[in-house]
């Protein structure tokens, strides 16, 4: 059973950064794609960004050019780097990873951007 794990979620204000990690179990080849997912409370989950087998990258349009999402191939974990995070970026953000036929998700870490 594949597990993702993420850590390093919390509490900043607006203006500052948070990177978020996800540990995979096993080589995130195995995956057709990667990617973090949030929450807000009352709100539809929604796709923030995503990382392909191949290396593309894809970004909703509300974190371009904030966010960067990458990979470390040798430690089976991907990052996402959160800058000039705002109030609206609050909300339980999630690991996804998707074999062919199966979507696997992680726990959610909270994060939390106070005005």
């Known amino acids: 059973q594949v597990q993702l794990v993420e850590s390093g979620g919390g509490l900043v204000q607006a203006g500052e950064s948070l990177r978020l990690s996800c540990a995979a179990s096993e080589s995130i080849f195995s995956f057709n794609a990667m990617g973090w997912h949030r929450q807000a409370p009352g709100k539809q989950r929604e796709l923030v960004a995503s990382?392909?087998?191949?290396?593309?990258?894809n970004y909703a349009d509300s974190v371009k050019g904030r966010f960067t999402i990458s990979r470390d191939v040798a430690k089976n974990t991907v990052s996402l780097q959160m800058n000039s995070l705002n109030p609206e970026d609050t909300a339980v953000y999630y690991c996804?990873?998707?074999?062919?036929?199966?979507?696997?998700w992680g726990q959610g870490t909270q994060v939390t951007v106070s005005s």
């Open positions: 990382i392909s087998s191949r290396g593309w990258t």
């Open positions: 996804e990873a998707d074999s062919f036929s199966t979507a696997y």
